[in-house]
């Protein structure tokens, strides 16, 4: 049975929300959420001040603001979208979170070997527009939205300029977005004194700060589009991230997927999600995406290479590959 | 449920007003401050085996009109006790197993006490709102499933649409519980003005449940409370539109059921991508015109002479989508197109008629599916950054959409880009805070008219005007 991921997200658990709990080592559990980027970002911190902890976690939303005020595409005062303006064969001066952002999306494309790339979007955009009117992008088209795209047109002159060498180029940096945020408002948190925190973007970046009392971790089930294998971890001090191509349609309709291989030009086929976990000093939402594109075979490999990483590959039809090299998965599968 | 016993059971009350936004606020604390001061009329007291004098007599001293809230079983008990205690009337709350079964006891008391209205309550709401993925257990635990593309939001328009349906002579009135946050008397102001926002925009009648510490608070004078309700009033005045009481929900979207069934995952996806939709019963196929629609969705098996009209319906131009339905039906005689290992179509006339071989298992992409087979030119409504956004239109008698009611679930102001279908000269923004109305700029092209919310906080309508 194939079931959509916010549907599965509502549907598997019973929800009891409290903004305030009390644990039973006289820990409080404050709990808040916020609509930003176009997502829920949840934040959960233990402390033994409610007060503490609840403006512990304002300060960590009004960072995600921040950031999200920063590197929205949709923002036409964003500095990502004045670099997008004026970038273009000239340097362009830019606040140090948005070159952050963007040398770590370029280390990502340097690892996957060019597949994953934060300059696809006139790609992704050419794919969409095209089948919203019936059709398929021609190899002419194709070719003239490829010549936009490459992370190595990207120039980063430290600390803070950059020059985009193409004059079509165009940053978009909804892949690793919210999970920069994330990293900032863990950031944020921990520099208020909390020690024991969970901070989600929507499900697809999860960030984990030391653990609940009591426990080992923080219990995430991971994404299981079979819903028979039920992967979860236990989190700490760690953090995951979860990639998937958009469902294709129930209906016959042809539907490009989010997720376009800037190598062939095309939307990635790939009936997989995969789960990557992280320590937290490796981001680990480019890693989920560089993986979903890389397939199980050339992921593992690059998996196998790195050190405190693991991740896990599931099919509709239950088919399952791993790596781990990092955080233990564990199965309660359901057959 | 058998729809003449439907018919039926609607007939027995009194049939409600026209006009609908009315929030009758459910009270327990046997004082309660001035019905000027909390800014609504209407109270609803749960029977709890004997009606509670204290509160009755308070209530009615401080200017509301009251109502007790009892079950079927008790209903006759709760009747007597209402009229000698010259309280308004009656609410209801027959869970749907129970609605046939009401017929006859509701007749006899509408006779025997024919100065009390009697309501029926829909208790089968959930509390609105936008919901993350994260789970808080009762021992502090968390888990969450990932990954999740969009905020979910938990919002009553299908229950409504089923409601609408079962009970056509009816504003609907409906009620929820609170999440476990009631207990705690951590319920703000905008848990509040959201469920009132909701049962405005979707033309509904609610009776709120107002947390007993909020109760207690507001009794005591509390500062804080006060300032809490003084923000839910301001929804609270935010009364329907006079004029909009001859609009009728529009809609292009038949969605055909065998039964009712409000928890059905499509409709609920439907709602919130914003494909406006009409509930109908299998009997509907044979009995309505469902002509008007583009789309008919049917989750029901098709008996000989609703497939006839199934295949009528596509043969003048319609897109049937027929679910998990196997059989031997009369449109199967054209040549199926197998679309994918799930689908096949067949062209009918000027129409077509798709089956999907296997139930609905992923109404996300089922009802981005339904808005891609609308394409551009049925397209009644389309939102951008409104993830969070439930846009209902209403329509006058000639079709023509003249109002658009919105509500926001993610608690922070959006900008929303709105496009409806038609061309209209005049689009007026109402909201309550701004009040009426604040002029936007219309774009029209290609049938189509354009424009730009500023700011949606949680409830905001919009007047459309053709002239």
């Known amino acids: 049975m194939r079931f959509d991921r916010p549907l599965s997200a509502a549907l598997l658990f019973v929800l009891f929300v409290s903004s305030t709990t009390q644990s039973s080592e006289n820990q409080h559990l404050v709990y808040k959420k916020k609509y930003v980027m176009g997502t829920v970002f949840e934040i959960a911190a233990y402390s033994e001040s409610p007060e503490k902890a609840s403006a512990a976690i304002d300060k960590a939303m009004e960072e995600i603001v921040r950031i999200d005020d920063l590197m929205s595409n949709y923002k036409p005062e964003s500095a990502l979208s004045r670099l997008n303006h004026s970038a273009h064969f000239q340097a362009q001066k830019v606040p140090s979170d948005l070159y952050r952002?963007?040398?770590?999306?370029?280390?990502?494309?340097?690892?996957?070997?060019?597949?994953?790339?934060?300059?696809?979007?006139?790609?992704?955009?050419?794919?969409?527009?095209?089948?919203?009117?019936?059709?398929?992008?021609?190899?002419?088209?194709?070719?003239?939205a490829q010549d936009c795209v490459g992370y190595e047109k990207i120039?980063?002159?430290?600390?803070?300029?950059?020059?985009?060498?193409?004059?079509?180029?165009?940053?978009?940096?909804?892949?690793?977005?919210?999970?920069?945020?994330?990293?900032?408002?863990?950031?944020i948190l921990r520099s208020s004194g909390i020690k024991d925190a969970f901070l989600n973007s929507g499900g697809s970046t999860i960030l984990a700060i030391g653990a609940p009392p009591g426990q080992t971790g923080w219990l995430v089930h991971l994404r299981d589009p079979s819903h028979r294998i039920d992967p979860y971890v236990l989190l700490k001090d760690e953090s995951v991230s979860t990639s998937e191509q958009t469902a294709s349609s129930l209906l016959g309709h042809e539907s490009a997927g989010h997720i376009v291989d800037p190598v062939t030009g095309k939307p990635v086929e790939t009936k997989f999600a995969v789960s990557v976990v992280t320590p937290l000093d490796m981001p680990s939402d480019g890693l989920s995406t560089t993986l979903l594109l890389l397939g199980p075979n050339a992921g593992k490999?690059?998996?196998?290479?790195?050190?405190?990483?693991?991740?896990?590959?599931?099919?509709?039809?239950?088919?399952?590959?791993?790596?781990?090299?990092?955080?233990?998965i564990l199965f309660s599968g359901k057959s | 449920m058998n729809v003449s016993r439907m018919v039926v059971l609607s007939l027995c009350f009194i049939v409600a007003p026209s006009s609908w936004g009315t929030v009758y606020l459910q009270w327990s604390n046997p004082a309660i401050p001035p019905a000027s001061s909390l800014g609504v009329s209407d109270i609803v007291v749960l029977w709890d085996g004997a009606?509670?004098?204290?509160?009755?007599?308070?209530?009615?001293?401080?200017?509301?009109?009251?109502?007790?809230?009892?079950?079927?079983?008790?209903?006759e008990a709760a009747a007597k006790a209402c009229a000698k205690a010259a309280c308004t009337g009656i609410v209801l709350n027959i869970p749907e197993s129970e609605d046939s079964e009401a017929v006859k006891p509701l007749s006899r008391l509408r006779s025997t006490y024919p100065k009390l209205r009697f309501?029926?309550?829909?208790?089968?709401?959930?509390?609105?709102?936008m919901r993350g993925s994260v789970v808080i257990k009762r021992d502090a635990v968390l888990e969450v499933s990932s990954p999740t593309a969009q905020p979910w939001i938990d919002t009553n328009l299908a229950l409504m649409r089923v409601d609408q349906r079962a009970h056509t002579s009816e504003v609907p009135l409906y009620t929820f519980s609170w999440a476990d946050q009631a207990q705690q008397g951590t319920l703000t102001a905008d848990d509040y003005s959201l469920a009132v926002a909701e049962a405005d925009a979707f033309h509904a009648d609610l009776v709120l449940r107002v947390d007993e510490h909020l109760q207690q608070r507001?009794?005591?004078?509390?500062?804080?409370a006060w300032a809490l309700w003084n923000q839910v009033r301001l929804m609270l005045k935010f009364s329907p539109d006079a004029n909009a009481a001859a609009l009728q929900p529009a809609a292009n979207v038949a969605v055909v059921f065998d039964q009712l069934d409000a928890g059905d995952e499509v409709l609920n996806l439907l709602g919130r991508h914003n494909i406006p939709y009409k509930v109908f019963l299998a009997a509907d196929l044979k009995s309505q015109d469902l002509k008007p629609f583009d789309i008919v969705i049917v989750l029901a098996k098709p008996d000989a002479e609703s497939a006839e009209r199934i295949r009528s319906l596509a043969a003048g131009g319609d897109t049937v989508v027929v679910v998990d339905a196997h059989g031997k039906y009369p449109w199967q005689s054209s040549e199926p197109e197998h679309v994918n290992e799930h689908t096949t179509s067949y062209t009918v006339g000027s129409g077509k008629v798709l089956e999907l071989s296997e139930p609905v298992t992923d109404p996300e992409t089922f009802a981005q599916d339904i808005r891609r087979l609308l394409g551009k030119s049925n397209t009644m409504l389309s939102l951008w950054n409104g993830l969070t956004t439930i846009a209902v239109p209403y329509k006058d008698r000639t079709g023509t959409m003249r109002l658009l009611e919105l509500v926001?679930?993610?608690?922070?102001?959006?900008?929303?880009?709105?496009?409806?279908?038609?061309?209209?000269?005049?689009?007026?923004?109402?909201?309550?805070?701004?009040?009426?109305?604040?002029?936007?700029?219309?774009?029209?092209?290609?049938?189509?008219?354009?424009?730009?919310?500023?700011?949606?906080?949680?409830?905001?309508?919009?007047?459309?005007?053709?002239?």
């Open chain 1, 101 to 144: 952002a963007i040398e770590r999306a370029v280390q990502f494309s340097r690892l996957s070997g060019g597949k994953f790339d934060i300059t696809v979007a006139p790609l992704v955009n050419l794919w969409k527009s095209a089948l919203s009117n019936g059709m398929m992008p021609t190899p002419e088209q194709r070719r003239q």
């Open chain 1, 155 to 187: 120039e980063l002159s430290p600390p803070d300029q950059i020059t985009f060498h193409s004059s079509c180029m165009q940053v978009d940096l909804g892949a690793i977005g919210k999970g920069y945020a994330i990293d900032r408002a863990g950031d």
């Open chain 1, 301 to 328: 490999a690059l998996i196998n290479n790195m050190t405190n990483v693991s991740a896990i590959w599931i099919s509709p039809e239950a088919e399952m590959e791993t790596a781990m090299k990092g955080a233990k």
């Open chain 2, 51 to 75: 009606a509670p004098g204290a509160l009755l007599a308070s209530a009615r001293k401080q200017g509301y009109r009251v109502y007790l809230e009892a079950p079927l079983k008790d209903s």
């Open chain 2, 119 to 129: 309501l029926r309550l829909n208790s089968n709401g959930k509390q609105p709102e």
């Open chain 2, 218 to 224: 507001l009794n005591a004078q509390d500062r804080d």
């Open chain 2, 408 to 467: 926001n679930y993610a608690g922070e102001p959006v900008r929303i880009q709105v496009q409806v279908k038609g061309s209209f000269s005049k689009v007026r923004y109402e909201t309550p805070e701004g009040g009426c109305c604040q002029s936007l700029e219309p774009v029209k092209h290609d049938g189509f008219t354009e424009f730009v919310i500023p700011e949606l906080r949680i409830s905001g309508r919009l007047h459309l005007d053709a002239q």
